[in-house]
C-alpha cells in the first residue's frame, strides 16, 4: 500500500493534527480587525524601540521662535515640523515617538511584574488552599477595596516621582487581577485527572503546580495580562498628566497633554495629538486582546 501524504488527508483530519496553539492562531488570523489592531500595536513598538532612528528631531531642543508652531510638512524644500511644536517650540512629532518609550515600557515591565507576582501567588491560593488561600483573598479583596488611580496617586506621593517609582505603584495592586483568575483556573485544574495521576504518583505539590498546572493555565493568564496592559498605560499617562509620573524633560505622553491646557484654544495641536497616540494605542491593545481572547477562549469555539 502506498502511503498517505498529508494533502490526502481531509481538512478536519489535517487540523487535527495541528497543535491547539497552531489552531488559536489560525482562529486569531482569521479576524482581520483584530489582526489590524496587533500591527498597529506592533507599529508603536517599532517606533519605540526605534526612536532614535526614526525621530525627525531632537525632543528635547527648544526653540523659542517656533514655539507654538502650527503643523507644517515641508519648509524651504524640507522636512519641518508636521504636527508642530509646544510651548517651547519642541518638535511634538519626535516627543510623541519618545514618549511611546515611555508607555510601552511601563505598560510592559508593570504587567510582567504583577503576572509573575499574580502567578505565583494565585497558583499557591488555589492549589494549597487553607490558610494560604485566606490570607491572599483577603489581601485581594483590600486591595481591590482602594479605587486604583488614588491608590496609584497616594503611592507615588510618598515614594515621589521616577520611572521605578511608577512601576513599582502601578504593579503593587495590578498583581490582584491576574491572581484571581490564575486562583479560579487552579481551582477548576487541581481536580483533573492529569493532577490526580501526578498526585497518585507521589509529585510534589511543587511540581504539580508548575509543571502540571501552570503550562495548562498560560492562555487566559496572557490575555488578562494583555488588556490590563491598556488600563496600565492610561493609568501612566495619568499620573503624568498630574505631574507625578515621568518627570521634563522627559516626554511623555501625559505630561504632553498636560502642557497643552494653557494653549488648547490658540493652539490645539499640542494636547491633541499626544491624546491621539494614547487613544489608537489603547484601542489597538484592547481590540487585538479581545481578539486573542476569542481565539484561544474555548468557550468562544463551542
Not at 138 to 165: C, K, S, T
Not at 170 to 198: F, H, M
Request: glycine share 8%; proline share 6%; aromatic share 8%.
Amino acid at each position: 500500500m502506498s502511503a498517505v501524504t498529508d494533502d490526502a488527508l481531509p481538512a478536519a483530519e489535517r487540523n487535527g493534527q495541528d497543535s491547539p496553539f497552531l489552531r488559536n492562531l489560525h482562529n486569531f488570523a482569521r479576524n482581520r480587525l483584530a489582526v489590524v489592531a496587533a500591527v498597529l500595536v506592533l507599529v508603536f513598538v517599532v517606533m519605540a524601540v526605534f526612536a532614535p532612528l526614526i525621530a525627525p528631531q531632537d525632543p528635547n531642543e527648544t526653540d523659542l521662535f517656533r514655539r507654538l508652531q502650527p503643523p507644517v510638512w515641508m519648509e524651504g524644500g524640507e522636512w519641518a515640523y508636521p504636527l508642530g511644536c509646544d510651548g517651547l517650540g519642541r518638535d511634538i512629532l519626535s516627543r510623541i515617538i519618545y514618549g511611546a518609550r515611555i508607555s510601552i515600557f511601563i505598560g510592559t515591565a508593570v504587567i510582567l511584574v504583577a503576572t509573575s507576582i499574580g502567578l505565583i501567588a494565585g497558583l499557591a491560593a488555589g492549589y494549597l488552599r487553607g490558610w494560604v488561600d485566606i490570607a491572599i483573598s483577603r489581601l485581594v479583596d483590600i486591595l481591590l477595596g482602594f479605587p486604583y488611580l488614588i491608590f496609584a496617586i497616594g503611592l507615588m506621593a510618598m515614594m515621589g516621582p521616577g520611572l521605578q517609582n511608577i512601576i513599582l505603584a502601578l504593579a503593587y495592586k495590578e498583581w490582584v487581577i491576574p491572581c484571581r483568575v490564575v486562583r479560579g483556573e487552579t481551582l477548576a485544574a487541581r481536580e483533573v485527572e492529569y493532577v490526580e495521576a501526578a498526585r497518585a504518583l507521589g509529585a510534589s505539590r511543587g511540581h504539580i503546580m508548575l509543571r502540571e498546572i501552570m503550562p495548562n493555565i498560560l492562555s487566559p493568564v496572557i490575555v488578562v495580562s494583555t488588556i490590563r496592559m491598556a488600563h496600565v498605560i492610561i493609568l501612566e499617562a495619568s499620573l503624568s498628566f498630574l505631574g507625578l509620573g515621568v518627570q521634563p524633560p522627559t516626554a511623555s505622553w501625559g505630561s504632553m497633554v498636560s502642557d497643552g491646557r494653557a494653549f488648547i484654544l490658540e493652539a490645539w495641536w499640542v494636547s491633541t495629538f499626544p491624546g491621539l497616540a494614547i487613544l489608537v494605542l489603547v484601542l489597538a491593545i484592547n481590540v487585538a486582546s479581545q481578539g486573542l481572547r476569542d481565539a484561544f477562549d474555548p468557550r468562544f469555539h463551542e
